[in-house]
């Protein structure tokens, strides 16, 4: 599938990797609807031209990620919506006994697998249907999905119990979705970044910073948001990509 001419719905487009992609994706000729909790995603659309709508909507909200699919097929015209790059999510540190012996909190839990994975699948469900109704393409496709994993989801970290869970839960998904969307002749990828320039990443300490970069093989800094675009266009771009991960790390493995 080509970027040009076709229409992607991007979640968590406000900053970091969402707002990467859909910049990446304008200038390759593509329409994007940009998704959010945050009102900046309209300033972000507004700098992107008449090729950009924004919309706010939660991702594990059933009724405000319909309205954004529908959005996003009425902006892509004729062709409808072509594809999706799902970023939209969170960042959760908890022990399960902290230092006074108490256990992690199990709401706090249940929120990050409830934006992480559960919010995915609503995004999977409802986009899927979507573009199943497309007309196929010259190659046969339809439509392409493209979630955000980790390598927390491989390689967790003390205290990333929530976090690690809800991303392998997104790896988990990725081939039984790409078999199911088979018939419909829709491709599933999911890309798990490793440390990359996001504001999350922003909020640790500078010296924290410095070390997970230095932990990298090569090259020794943190990922930039522009990689990650980059690798969501090529996945756009190549019909043999389905049912797999792609790690986007440098070559770390967390100790």
Same mark, same amino acid.
């Given at each position: 599938?080509? *970027?040009? &001419?076709?229409? %992607?719905? #991007?979640?968590? !487009?406000a900053?970091?990797?969402?707002?990467?992609? @859909?910049?990446?994706?304008?200038a390759?000729? @593509?329409r994007?609807m940009?998704?959010?909790?945050?009102?900046?995603?309209?300033?972000h659309a507004?700098t992107?031209?008449e090729?950009?709508q924004a919309?706010?909507?939660?991702?594990?909200?059933a009724?405000q990620?319909q309205?954004?699919?529908? !959005? @996003?097929?009425a902006f +892509? +015209?004729?062709?409808?919506?072509?594809?999706v790059?799902?970023c939209?999510? *969170?960042?959760? *540190?908890?022990?399960?006994v902290d230092?006074?012996g108490n256990?992690?909190?199990? &709401?706090?839990?249940a929120?990050?697998v409830n934006? /992480?994975?559960?919010g995915t699948?609503n995004?999977?469900?409802?986009a899927s249907?979507?573009?199943?109704?497309n @007309?196929? /393409?010259d190659s +046969?496709?339809r439509? *392409?999905?493209?979630?955000?994993?980790s390598? !927390?989801a491989? &390689? +967790?970290?003390?205290?990333?119990?929530?976090y690690?869970a809800s991303k392998?839960?997104v790896v988990?998904m990725?081939?039984?979705?790409?078999r199911e969307l088979?018939?419909?002749a829709?491709r599933v990828?999911? #890309?798990?970044?490793?440390? %990359?320039?996001?504001?999350m990443m922003?909020?640790?300490?500078s010296?924290a910073?410095?070390?997970?970069?230095a932990?990298v093989?090569?090259?020794?800094?943190?990922g930039?948001?522009?990689e990650f675009?980059?690798?969501a266009e090529?996945i756009?771009?190549?019909?043999m990509? /389905?049912g797999?991960?792609i790690?986007? &790390?440098?070559?770390?493995?967390m100790q």
């Amino acid at each position: 599938m080509q *970027v040009k &001419d076709h229409t %992607f719905l #991007i979640t968590g !487009a406000a900053s970091g990797l969402g707002a990467a992609t @859909a910049e990446r994706l304008v200038a390759g000729g @593509a329409r994007v609807m940009l998704c959010d909790l945050s009102d900046s995603v309209n300033t972000h659309a507004q700098t992107l031209g008449e090729s950009a709508q924004a919309c706010l909507a939660d991702i594990t909200s059933a009724e405000q990620m319909q309205q954004a699919v529908d !959005a @996003a097929v009425a902006f +892509g +015209g004729e062709r409808g919506l072509s594809g999706v790059i799902h970023c939209a999510g *969170v960042v959760s *540190v908890a022990k399960l006994v902290d230092r006074e012996g108490n256990p992690a909190d199990l &709401d706090s839990y249940a929120n990050t697998v409830n934006i /992480n994975l559960v919010g995915t699948f609503n995004v999977m469900r409802l986009a899927s249907a979507a573009m199943a109704k497309n @007309a196929p /393409n010259d190659s +046969g496709e339809r439509g *392409v999905m493209i979630n955000t994993a980790s390598i !927390a989801a491989f &390689d +967790g970290q003390v205290g990333q119990c929530a976090y690690s869970a809800s991303k392998a839960g997104v790896v988990g998904m990725s081939l039984p979705a790409a078999r199911e969307l088979s018939r419909h002749a829709i491709r599933v990828m999911a #890309i798990a970044p490793g440390v %990359f320039e996001t504001p999350m990443m922003s909020e640790l300490p500078s010296e924290a910073t410095e070390a997970l970069a230095a932990a990298v093989p090569f090259p020794k800094r943190l990922g930039k948001p522009e990689e990650f675009a980059q690798l969501a266009e090529q996945i756009i771009a190549n019909p043999m990509l /389905n049912g797999e991960v792609i790690r986007l &790390d440098g070559g770390i493995r967390m100790q």
